[in-house]
Structure formats: structure tokens, C-alpha cells
């Protein structure tokens, strides 16, 4: 796995503290934000960006979304990359 | 739920045959087909996008990703939508 900077991994944890870990790394000046869920995770990743445009409105958008497969102890999975945008 | 002509909804079948059923439609004529995953199922869809583009090769494209949320059963629940387009 590819964890990049401004990259949260969407995984065991609430939706709501990753919801939170995003938001904070917004407000700690990050301008965008990837949201990353892998296999049955990926549910979650989009759970996760509903929560922070619930919260924070018309203050985030979303930037774009990529779907592939890597691969992981030797199993092909799919991936979702969300990125969120902050808007001025 | 909003089941359109052209959209494909990811549940409990295997991800092979929401895969056949998409390229089915493309067969017949569709230019383009949504799949479409709810709740736990939305990581199902992008395996089967993910299977089609193994299937087809450069002869389908990604052409949106939508995401967002609807209610069902008084519960809101996270989906996605995946339009796959015929390329020529
Ligand atoms: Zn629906």
C-alpha cells in the first residue's frame, strides 16, 4: 500500500474518525485530501466523504474519483481514491 | 431504488455475472451503462467495472463516477455509480 501525505487509508476504524482525520488535515492547511478504501473497504471510503460533506458543506468538493485494482498478499483488489477538494 | 434502462444493480450475484449482464447491454447497442453499488455492495461494482475493463480492454472507457447518498428502509446509505462507455 501506497500511503501518500495527504492520503487516509479507510480501514477498521469509524467512519467518523476518518471523517475527522480528514477534516483536520484540511484545517491544518492541506488543500486536498485523498480518501483511500481498498476491497470492502471501499463502502466505507464513500461513507466517509458523505460524513465530511455533511459536516463542512459547500466548504469541500469533490476533486475527482479514480477506481483500479492492486494487488495484495498476492490477491487482486479493487481501490477507490477520493479526492477532496477545500473551496474558498 | 432507481432501476434506469441502462443501469446495472450490483447485489447479491456474483461479480461475474453483473460483469456479463453490463456486456450484454453494450452488445445489444448500449453506448453506455451505469453500474450501480448501495451500501455494502458499492465495492462490488467496481470489481465488476473493474472485470469488464479486464474483458474489453480499450474497447470500453470509465466515463463518471458519481457518488452520494440515498435513504432506504429510513436508513441513509452511501452508493456509487459507475458509467461505462462504449469506445469505438
Ligand atoms: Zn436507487
Do not use: H
Not at 11 to 40: F, P
Not at 78 to 87: A, D
Amino acid at each position: 500500500m501506497d500511503k501518500k501525505p495527504n492520503e487516509v487509508l479507510v480501514s477498521m476504524k469509524n467512519v467518523e474518525d476518518y471523517a475527522l482525520e480528514v477534516i483536520t488535515l484540511l484545517n491544518q492547511g492541506a488543500q486536498e485530501v485523498d480518501i483511500k478504501g481498498v476491497g470492502r473497504d471501499i463502502g466505507k471510503a464513500v461513507d466517509v466523504f458523505n460524513m465530511i460533506k455533511d459536516k463542512l458543506g459547500n466548504g469541500v468538493e469533490l476533486g475527482s474519483v479514480s477506481i483500479g485494482s492492486e494487488s495484495r498478499d498476492k490477491k487482486r483488489l479493487s481501490f477507490i481514491l477520493l479526492r477532496v477538494k477545500k473551496v474558498y
